[in-house]
T-cell receptor, first 114, second 115 residues
Framework: SQTIHQWPATLVQPVGSPLSLECTVE??????LYWYRQAAGRGLQLLFY??????ISSEVPQNLSASRPQDRQFILSSKKLLLSDSGFYLC?????????????FGPGTRLLVL | AQSVAQPEDQVNVAEGNPLTVKCTYS??????LFWYVQYPNRGLQFLLK??????LVKGSYGFEAEFNKSQTSFHLKKPSALVSDSALYFC?????????????FGSGTRLLVRP
């Protein structure tokens, strides 16, 4: 079966510091991968998605970037964090082999920028 | 453009009563529709989806949803609510012609089931 991992689970960082959040998927090959941010426990904002290694699409121009160095690894980064980067970051995957393409979510990383 | 509306920020229901969480959508073509649930400080859990076929879809934990094309709705229902159903519920849509595979999520509805 497929599983998705995110770490760290919680992170407190000062403004201006760098960021690296990691997401890995097990039990599947060539997944579509997604990064979302959820602010204030409400709506989800799609930040980035990737349909293959090195292929990143950005949805919202911002202080963040994403990379996919390996097939099942998706990294969210920032060179200098802003207060507004605080939130709950969710990684998700879907299978391009499944016509239904349900997205399955990881446990999330809660980021607090102080 | 694709969009999803969840008109209720919160739904309150007594345990044992039926519940409905509303969702309407807008897509250019035919939709794939999804419901997810989120418990505090957790990721989203997939509940059910409509792809094609029978308009009534059954999912996890006794939930079901009815696809209504004429009303562009996909309301989530459960015949008898449990206190443990209290959570945040998200409706999502994708246009089946969209090759980017992106889901568009509603703003979420908080369900509170009181004992």
């Amino acid at each position: 079966s497929q599983t998705i991992h995110q770490w760290p689970a919680t992170l407190v960082q000062p403004v201006g510091s760098p960021l690296s959040l990691e997401c890995t998927v097990e039990g599947t090959s060539n997944p579509n991968l997604y990064w979302y941010r959820q602010a204030a426990g409400r709506g989800l904002q799609l930040l980035f998605y990737s349909v293959g290694i090195g292929q990143i699409s950005s949805e919202v121009p911002q202080n963040l970037s994403a990379s996919r160095p390996q097939d099942r690894q998706f990294i969210l980064s920032s060179k200098k964090l802003l207060l507004s980067d605080s939130g709950f970051y969710l990684c998700a995957w879907s299978s391009i082999d499944s016509p239904q393409e349900t997205q399955y979510f990881g446990p999330g990383t809660r980021l607090l920028v102080l | 453009a694709q969009s999803v509306a969840q008109p209720e920020d919160q739904v309150n229901v007594a345990e044992g009563n039926p519940l409905t969480v509303k969702c309407t959508y807008s897509v250019s073509g035919n939709p794939y529709l999804f419901w997810y649930v989120q418990y505090p400080n957790r990721g989203l859990q997939f509940l059910l989806k409509y792809i094609t076929g029978d308009n009534l879809v059954k999912g996890s934990y006794g939930f079901e949803a009815e696809f209504n094309k004429s009303q562009t709705s996909f309301h989530l229902k459960k015949p008898s609510a449990l206190v443990s159903d209290s959570a945040l519920y998200f409706c999502a849509v994708r246009d089946i012609r969209d090759s980017s595979y992106k889901l568009i999520f509603g703003s979420g509805t908080r369900l509170l089931v009181r004992p």
